[in-house]
Each structure stands twice: as C-alpha cells, then as structure tokens.
C-alpha cells in the first residue's frame, strides 16, 4: 500500500474507492445473511476506516488529510450553522425507530465510519491528488465523483428507488462541493467528516410516513439550495489559498 501510494497518489486513491465500492456492494447480502441490519456493512467499513486511519498516522499525514483543527476561525464559516441545519435535514419529516436495537447500533457505527470513509477518500485522497496539477478540476472532479458514486445503491441490494437514487446523487455532488470547499479552504477535514457522519447517522431514524415522492422532491431541492447559497458565501468570504483558487 506505501509502495502504490509512493508511486502515484492518484493511483491509491482509484484503488481505495474501488475497494470500498466492492466492500459495500458485499455487504448487503452479508447483513442478510447474517441477519442483523447492516452489520456487515458496519464491520467492514469500520476495518477500512482503521487501516486508512493507522496508514495516515503512521506516514505522518494527519496535516495532509485535513485531520487537524481549521486554520480559518469557525466565524468565517458562518460558526458552521449551516452545516448543522444540512446535518439535521433528515429529521425535518419527524424521527423514528426503523431497525430492531442491534440494527440500530450497527447501523450508527456503519454511518460515522462511512462518513470518515468517505470523506477521507473523496475530499482526501482524490481530492489532494488532483489538486496537485488544477485545483478546480480537482474540485469538480472529486465532486462529482463522490455523487455518482452513490449510483451503486441502486443495483447493491439497498433496496433504494431510481427516483430516492436521484435525489441522493443530486445532494450528494452538490455536497460534495461544499464539503471540498471547506477543506480546501480550512485546511480541514474535521467539519466535513462530523458533518457526513452525522447526515449518514440521523437518516436512520428519518420517518418515512407520509413522506411522498413530492415531498422527497422538494425536500432535496431545498436542501440543494441551501447548499448553494453556503457555498457562495464561502467562495466570497473565505481568504483565498494557492496560486490557483477557486
């Protein structure tokens, strides 16, 4: 693994969100098998998460990763309220209890260690490794990339719809571009990653009844805007770093 990462950084990065792809696409069938919600979803994540974890902190690239304190004070990040609102958003149709107490618990375990996963991986990894030739490639990129990636739901056994699977792509790149953003311009990752994991989190308890399609619409549209609105704030106060900025 040090061996591929010395090579071509970019190279690791393809390779690492190739294996988390496939690790989850098992995992499905797995929890199934098992019986217990998403357990070996939340097993497998949670030894990726470590390996990545002990690999960056062996290799001394904790400051690379953004996995320390922001450079930028939280008041220029608006203190962060709209991360919370966005973190929250799942909650706004009521909560509620949709797995039995063992699902639950490895459901949440799942979701923080996705949400490091992730966050690492796409606004880490990748991210760092294209920004090295165009910034705003990288951004675009990794963006999108993140978003797409959630295409898999629809043919991993999740059981997710093609329009629920739309909206999430569409949330997900327009997130993606937030999160790059704060990272970028922070220097951290910690308000990324707390972020994700919490989005990933609460959405276990989200209440689905009567929560139409009309209403799953307009609640990703929303949430889109947003988005948007956080980004350009940011893009417009927060101070510039690197030659080649966006």
């Not at 093609?162 to 704060?182: D, K, P, R």
């Not at 220097?187 to 919490?198: N, Q, Y």
Request: glycine share 6%.
């Amino acid at each position: 693994m040090k061996k591929l990462y010395a090579k071509s950084e970019l190279a690791f990065a393809i390779v690492w969100i190739i294996i988390y792809c496939v690790l989850q696409s098992f995992a499905n069938p797995l929890n199934e098998i098992i019986g217990i919600e998403y357990s070996a979803s939340a097993i497998l994540c949670s030894i990726q998460a470590v390996i990545i974890l002990v690999f960056i902190w062996k290799n001394s690239l904790l400051q690379r990763y953004g996995l320390c304190k922001p450079s930028v004070p939280a008041r220029q990040f608006l203190y962060y309220v709209p991360l919370i609102i966005l973190a929250t958003g799942n909650l706004w149709n009521g909560a509620a209890v949709n797995y039995s107490l063992a699902g639950t618990i490895c459901r949440i375990v799942g979701m923080v260690c996705v949400g490091f996963v992730e966050e690492v991986l796409f606004r880490g990894f990748l991210f760092k490794a294209m920004a090295k030739d165009n910034i705003k490639s990288a951004i675009i990129i990794s963006s999108v990339t993140f978003g797409a990636g959630h295409l898999v739901n629809l043919f991993n056994g999740s059981g997710m719809d093609l329009v629920n699977n739309l909206c999430q792509i569409a949330f997900a790149v327009t997130a993606g571009f937030l999160l790059v953003i704060i990272f970028y311009r922070g220097e951290s990752l910690l308000p990324c990653i707390i972020t994700h994991s919490a989005i990933n989190t609460l959405n276990t308890f989200v209440n689905e009844a009567g929560f139409t399609m009309e209403k799953q619409i307009i609640h990703s549209l929303v949430m889109i805007v947003l988005i948007i609105a956080y980004i350009l704030i940011l893009i417009k106060t927060l101070p510039k770093s690197g030659k080649d900025d966006f």
